[in-house]
């Protein structure tokens, strides 16, 4: 992408709304734009962070098994009083009613509908398990909506729902939804510590919250140090497996790490002195076993295997799709701006042209970017008439995590510059030289 043809409305100012640096940058990179309290538009670069985001959940969720669907944004309120949720959500839940007059809703979650799908289409055990998903639009008539995409009231979330016979098999569904969340956040380049949480208007006892650990966050967290040595890293992992799940699932979650809604002190003095810490976090995904809740209240039942009719065991996965933008950028940016991990990055790399309408430079740029894209990669060449320093500085707030820069000194050399925008260092190499080692870092 040519960045004289792209649009992205990059802000010289500091917007005077934004409290928090996440939120900063993302509206003077010109990622997003307010279109009312708590709902943004997404422009390119923000809806291109959001795609790769994204592609990584689908990504995790078809390789521990979990089937994508959709489900419409707005519902009907008949569901939702079967369950006896339209009352309980309370003024969070925006109402709407239609021109026969019905009552509708824009969906806060969707447990309802999915049971609902669910006990119309499955009827026996052999159907189970289960386990479909999607990435849809959420509302949430939030009191504060703040700090941007971190609480809107239109947000995107991934929902996942899983059916099971028995409570065993759907706390194996609880597990594989935590080694998943962890491999998807890792790939984000993030840390998200489950932690014991509270499971609030979703119901049922068993449920964590990943948390990302950031000053601006909105939870408290309290949590024994240890628990920040622990990756999950490149292994494999059979999500099949339910030993294999359930031994993540104690490694994960047998330190101390809770929020402020289910804090023990009493427990938390139990860790030693020097590792006790208390912080602020961010909440980028939650996941829940509730058992018969919907399934109940809805007569959602199938047939066993000795043909009696049982009511199905369910929980539900949340992950913060929109909020996961603000998330990253909390954890990775610096006075410059942001600087995306590789794996979310909206570019692959940054292109300068330090003196653009010299005829070898514009030349050399023109390769270096077609050699980029003939990699399979997605380079964003900075081809406008500019000063060198607007360009640098326009490529750090926008955060690709690689800059190659290109001038007629340097050509003269037959070399570029390549910088890394997390260290900022830079080496001198050919032009080649330079595609070879971006190819290689993402792996292309
Ligand atoms: C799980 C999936 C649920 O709604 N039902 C379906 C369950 N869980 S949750 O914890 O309430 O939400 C899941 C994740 O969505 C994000 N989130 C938000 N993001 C931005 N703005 C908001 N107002 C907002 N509310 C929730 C959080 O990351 C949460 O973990």
Redesign the pocket.
């Known amino acids: 992408m040519r960045l004289s043809r792209y649009f992205l409305p990059v802000l010289k100012e500091t917007p005077s709304e934004a409290q928090i640096v996440s939120h900063r940058y993302m509206l003077r990179a010109g990622m997003i734009k307010q279109a009312s309290a708590?709902i943004y538009s997404w422009l390119p670069l923000g809806f291109k962070v959001l795609q790769k985001i994204e592609n990584i959940i689908h990504e995790e969720q078809a390789r521990a098994g979990h089937i994508p669907m959709l489900m419409p944004t707005i519902q009907s309120a008949d569901l939702w009083r079967e369950s006896g949720r339209y009352d309980d959500y309370g003024q969070e839940m925006l109402r709407i009613k239609d021109r026969h007059d019905r009552d509708m809703l824009f969906t806060?979650?969707?447990?309802e509908l999915i049971t609902d799908i669910f006990r119309a289409n499955v009827r026996s055990y052999k159907d189970l398990p289960l386990t479909m998903y999607q990435i849809q639009w959420?509302f949430?008539d939030?009191i504060r909506?703040r700090f941007g995409?971190?609480?809107?009231?239109e947000?995107?979330?991934?929902?996942?729902?899983n059916f099971d016979l028995t409570k065993e098999d759907a706390l194996h569904a609880y597990n594989r939804h935590l080694v998943s969340y962890l491999r998807t956040y890792e790939r984000m380049g993030l840390q998200a510590i489950p932690m014991r949480a509270d499971s609030?208007?979703?119901g049922g006892d068993n449920t964590h919250?990943?948390l990302v650990l950031a000053e601006t966050g909105e939870s408290e967290v309290f949590y024994d140090s240890e628990i920040t040595d622990l990756k999950f890293g490149d292994r494999e992992i059979d999500f099949d497996d339910k030993v294999a799940c359930q031994s993540v699932l104690e490694e994960f979650t047998s330190r101390y790490a809770r929020t402020d809604e289910t804090h023990d002190e009493a427990l938390f003095n139990d860790v030693p002195e020097d590792r006790r810490r208390t912080a602020r976090g961010?909440?980028?995904?939650?996941?829940?076993y509730f058992g018969t809740k919907y399934t109940d209240a809805l007569n959602a039942k199938v047939q066993d295997a000795e043909g009696n009719e049982v009511a199905v065991h369910m929980g539900?996965?949340?992950?913060?799709?929109?909020?996961?933008l603000g998330a990253i950028i909390e954890a990775s940016h610096d006075d410059n701006g942001i600087i995306w991990p590789e794996g979310v990055t909206p570019f692959h790399a940054g292109i300068i042209n330090l003196r653009q309408g010299d005829e070898g430079t514009d030349t050399a740029c023109d390769m270096l970017e077609k050699a980029l894209i003939a990699k399979g990669l997605d380079p964003l060449y900075d081809d406008r008439d500019e000063r060198a320093g607007g360009k640098f500085a326009t490529m750090d707030l926008i955060g690709l995590p690689w800059r190659i820069t290109v001038g007629p000194r340097g050509l003269k050399n037959g070399v570029v510059e390549l910088t890394s925008r997390r260290t900022g260092e830079s080496e001198e190499m050919t032009a080649e030289a330079a595609v070879d080692r971006i190819a290689e870092i993402y792996g292309v």
């Open positions: 708590g806060p979650t969707a447990e959420k949430r939030e909506p995409v971190m609480r809107g009231r947000f995107y979330m991934k929902d996942g729902y609030g208007p979703i919250e990943f961010i909440e980028v995904g939650q996941i829940f539900s996965h949340g992950i913060g799709v929109s909020r996961l």
